[in-house]
């Protein structure tokens, strides 16, 4: 460039407009990357947010992108709950001088001051108002910064809380990007309550899940087309065997296809019905409730199943045991009507063996009356005793004594079913002290159940023992009836003493027989135990104490 154009630019000043505008045009694009960079900021900010992810996880992310372009050092949030400030998460987590969970106090608050304007503040170390300090300047000193943003976060109008933001530089120079600290701060409002959102209906969804899987009685939801579309843990176990219920018909299910039931075509209507199904074994007492949308739009039933088996054994065993119990009444009514005649007849027999000679031919026919009446007398009297209500005096009697009584009420009986009785008793044996009548009546019941378990039985001969025996060991009279009829099941074996428990049907059997027996056995100081193997047979086993020894009741093992 020769001296004349060199004067010329010197006069005319293009160089430095060049110069100028180069200078401007970089400025511009500076910023112009500063303002993608927080668009950006803000964009992965939004897309990075996981409804699932832990607030200091959230912080933290903000916090690595905010550091492109901002000295920030420190990124904390306080939220309002319910009409308290508290801090609620600080990023670094070893940054903070107050602990997470701290309410921040009204007074002389910045805090709250951001509260009460929804306006964003600048807290520097050393402030121009050299009044009465702020609560936060304190804050500043402690953690060794310089200064903080203090940028409230807004959600539909409202200041849910503050973000801070903190510094070892002054921030002073950035209050031009407060629109962009807003704008951020913003966005996290809708994260977090995003958050809190997912987090309610997560939790109100984990409570309906508890509640409905809780319920001991099953709960199948049906939709329109008659599938299963939800089915409780109850509802599984009920219908072990079908697998997985959800996606099943629900006519396949609970009805059979030979037959139409009522309550099938209840299952959708637009009212409660209700009904009981036999499925299979089982008895189920079922009830139907339509679901509505708001819109009163009908789009699915629920379906409530309880398992009432057991309660229909239990009442159908009540009912027997009432029979049972007007039975016995009558029955002693019917023995003390009998007696007067029987009276008569074996006076009479009496009057008329008396009065013939022994070697008429009458004279066996009268014998035989007056012995027959004799019997029934005996019968009749057993049947009193046994059939008593009162309360039994306990006193020194036979265990043999009270085998005979049960045989007495119930021998002719098991003769007539083709049963042989054997008895095998010890007529040595001591006398125990207690009811003749109560250990009768253990007696009676297990020659009952001998004879039940008998009857089910197909063997050819069909027997019972009753054996007596004294245990010098254990200082206690054995008593055992002993059959080998059906047998028990292992793992009914455990159940049969319980009330009400039977496994005869509710025309046979009421559940009571076993319980009373161990009852009076234990009022006896004694035990009742039970053997058997299925097919083969069962052992009852009676044990009573004789008296005189201490330790009787402890020791009556067999």
């Known amino acids: 460039m020769n001296n004349r154009e060199r004067m010329i630019e010197l006069l005319t000043g293009v160089q430095s407009s060049k110069r100028n505008y180069y200078t401007e045009l970089k400025k511009t694009v500076g910023e112009l990357q500063k303002k993608n960079i927080q668009l950006e900021i803000i964009n992965e900010v939004m897309k990075g947010f996981n409804v699932e992810m832990s607030m200091d996880d959230l912080l933290m ?66 402030p121009q108002d050299k009044g ?23 959600r539909k109008g409202h200041v849910t809380g503050v973000l801070s933001l903190g510094s070892k530089e002054n921030l002073e120079s950035y209050w031009a990007d407060l629109s962009f600290f807003q704008q951020l701060s913003d966005q996290l409002a809708v994260c977090i309550e995003n958050s809190h959102l997912y987090k309610e209906v997560l939790e109100t969804k984990m409570k309906w899940e508890k509640t409905f899987q809780a ?186 004594e009270a085998v005979g009584q049960a045989l007495s009420l119930i021998g ?28 009768g009546q253990i007696i009676l019941n297990l020659l009952l159940n001998a004879k039940d378990a008998l009857e089910e039985s197909d063997r050819n001969e069909k027997k019972v023992l009753i054996q007596t025996a004294l245990d010098q060991r254990t200082h206690t009279i054995v008593l055992k009836v002993t059959d080998n009829g059906c047998g028990i099941e292992e793992d009914v074996l455990s159940e049969i003493f319980h009330p009400f428990y039977t496994t005869k049907n509710a025309t046979k059997g009421h559940g009571l027989g076993l319980s009373v027996s161990i009852g009076i056995a234990q009022s006896h100081g004694g035990t009742l135990q039970a053997e058997s193997k299925p097919g083969e047979g069962s052992t009852f086993l009676l044990t009573l104490p004789i008296p005189g020894d201490e330790n009787n009741h402890d020791e009556g093992k067999l």
């Open 61 to 126: 992310n903000v916090l690595e992108k905010l550091r492109k372009i901002f000295p920030i050092e420190r990124i904390s949030l306080s939220m309002i709950e319910g009409k308290d400030l508290i801090l609620t998460n600080v990023y670094p987590s070893n940054s903070f001088v107050l602990k997470p969970g701290t309410e921040l106090p009204r007074d002389r608050s910045l805090y709250w001051n951001v509260m009460r304007s929804g306006k964003p503040l600048l807290l520097n170390k050393n």
């Open 132 to 154: 009465q300090p702020w609560f936060e300047e304190k804050l500043l000193t402690e953690m060794g910064l310089e200064s903080f943003f203090l940028v409230p976060l807004k």
């Open 215 to 400: 319920v001991p009685d099953a709960i199948i939801i049906i939709g329109l087309n008659r599938m299963i579309l939800q089915a409780n843990e109850a509802a599984q176990q009920y219908f072990a065997t079908k697998g997985s219920l959800i996606g099943q018909q629900v006519d396949e299910l609970l009805f059979s296809q030979e037959e139409n039931h009522p309550f099938q075509e209840k299952l959708l209507e637009l009212q409660t019905s209700s009904d009981v199904l036999h499925i299979g074994h089982k008895i189920y007492e079922c009830h139907c409730y339509p679901i509505f949308y708001d819109s009163n739009l009908h789009f699915a039933s629920i379906l409530y199943m309880e398992d009432v088996t057991a309660k229909r054994r239990i009442e159908g065993q009540l009912i027997q045991s009432g029979k049972l119990a007007a039975i016995g009444e009558m029955a002693a009514g019917v023995a003390h009507e009998l007696n007067n005649p029987l009276t008569a007849i074996m006076g009479n027999a009496q009057l008329l063996l008396r009065k013939t000679d022994s070697t008429d031919r009458n004279y066996q026919l009268l014998e035989s009356v007056y012995e027959c009446g004799k019997r029934s007398k005996q019968i009749i009297q057993n049947l009193l005793t046994f059939s008593r209500q009162d309360e039994f005096l306990f006193e020194f009697c036979s265990v043999n």
């Open 412 to 439: 002719n009986q098991l003769a007539k079913q083709g049963i042989q009785v054997e008895t095998k008793l010890d007529d040595s044996l001591p006398h125990v002290e207690g009811s003749c009548q109560q250990i």
